[in-house]
Nanobody, 122 residues
Framework: QVQLVDTGGGLVQAGGSLRLSCAAS????????MGWFRQAPGKEREFVAV????????DYTDSVKGRFTVSRDNAKNTVYLQMNSLKPEDTAVYYC???????????????WGQGTQVTVSS
């Protein structure tokens, strides 16, 4: 069982930056791939980024490549999403999630955070 708490959202102007954090409980955090997803109003939840269990591999959706960076600190049971050059279309609720299957999965996540709101003004 893994419990996830997302923090770090807020209101930022276009071109600005935010860093989201996701703190996990449980001693098996390091065995999970950790993903970030987002859901904008009226849209389905979409994959944003994922990092492998040991932090050695990452994957991103095309729209955030070069702007977002996912990282993790297994000693702190925490995963991060650094978001730079934010755009109004990045506005959404962002969720972290944990998946024990696969190296860089985009689906099939087992545990989810509660979400944190990111709003980018133009």
């Amino acid at each position: 069982q893994v419990q996830l708490v997302d923090t770090g959202g807020g209101l930022v102007q276009a071109g600005g930056s935010l860093r989201l954090s996701c703190a996990a409980s449980g001693r098996t955090f390091s065995s999970y791939a950790m993903g970030w997803f987002r859901q904008a109003p009226g849209k389905e939840r979409e994959f944003v980024a994922v990092i492998s269990w040991n932090g050695g591999s990452t994957d991103y959706t095309d729209s955030v490549k070069g702007r977002f960076t996912v990282s993790r600190d297994n000693a702190k049971n925490t995963v991060y999403l650094q978001m730079n050059s934010l755009k109004p279309e990045d506005t959404a609720v962002y969720y972290c999630a944990a998946n024990r299957r696969g190296l860089l999965p985009r689906t099939g996540y087992d545990y989810w955070g509660q979400g944190t709101q990111v709003t980018v003004s133009s």
